[in-house]
């Protein structure tokens, strides 16, 4: 294994075996008021929805999140087995491995051996500004193919980079990057954060590209300081180790990150909101807010280093969630789920 791919196989790791967690979940501070007189029937709820041109059989994605070394091409498999089941939209980690070796492409690759609906290609967006323009364009269609992507994310990672042993600091030039390919690249461009999530200041920045849609990645889910925390602590990094424990809960809460990009001037792009999202009712909250789909990471990593059918049990169990949230609220369609009421009821939420 060289550098790039050990440090994906232990971002894995770190995830599944210790708590990695922000120190709040942020959805915990939402509910959604109870419809004592639902009116529909359970049966007759669509979850059906539609995103970048894409039918999904529910407004779900399993988030960007490995490949790029030998068993993540089980995990990705494990991931699709389940997008394909029940048709929702799924991402791969960065791509960037498999630009390096080609070995790696596989790793990758195996999601096309499955109908997934809407599939997302990914790279850290600093790359993007180390590549220039051409070679970004270039890369990005290799990255496109490679998975048969309908849409690529660009991935805002920056809190990653911060307190990362091996991080790239190097932030200056990466609006302009982003500019440019959304404008160039025929493929649907996507921007994400990836837990530090997007305030409303830089989305009224982003609509003013050619993007095509925003993933806010925001707190409360998955935090990857914690990770470099324990990545750090791993190869005596002391430095680094405390670095990802003082910026352990960075970031915009993504309740409050869906609120900010949704009343950013003109906004009418589709909001894809991850961080947090461990059930279906987490999902049905989100979607209330205002986000179009939601991005699922952490809760379903797990079940996917174990097996298929452990992976499929845990997306049945949050549709069925988000379907039982639908009918207590008495709606019977994803698109009408922002008509549901709800009221702030944790202390630490801000909004
Ligand atoms: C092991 C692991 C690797 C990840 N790698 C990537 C990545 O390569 N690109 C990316 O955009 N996000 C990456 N993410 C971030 C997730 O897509 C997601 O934004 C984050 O985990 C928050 O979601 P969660 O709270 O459901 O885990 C990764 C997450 C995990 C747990």
Known sequence: MNKTESRKSEHVKVSIEKNVSSQYNYWDDLTLIHNALPEINKNDISLKTSLFKRKLGAPIIISSMTGGYEKAKKINENLAVAAEKYQIGMGVGSQRAALEKKELIKTYSIIKDYDVPLRFANIGASQLVLWGHKKSLENAQKMIDMIDAHAFIVCLNFLQEAVMTEGESNAKGVYDAIKKLASDLSTPVIVKE????ISYAVAEK????????????GLGGTSFAAIEHYRAKMADDRLHERGGKTFWNWGIPTPTSILYVGDATDWDLPIIATGGIRNGLDAAKAIVLGADAVGIARALLEPATKSKEAT???VDAIIKELRATMYLLGINKVSRLPEADWSLVGEKLWI
Not at 194 to 197: D, N, R, V
Not at 206 to 217: E, M, P, R, W
Request: hydrophobic residues 35%.
């Open 206 to 217: 982003l609509s003013k590209t050619k993007i095509a849609g925003i993933d806010v990645g």
């Open 194 to 197: 990836s837990g530090a999530g």
């Open 312 to 314: 499929v049990k845990e």
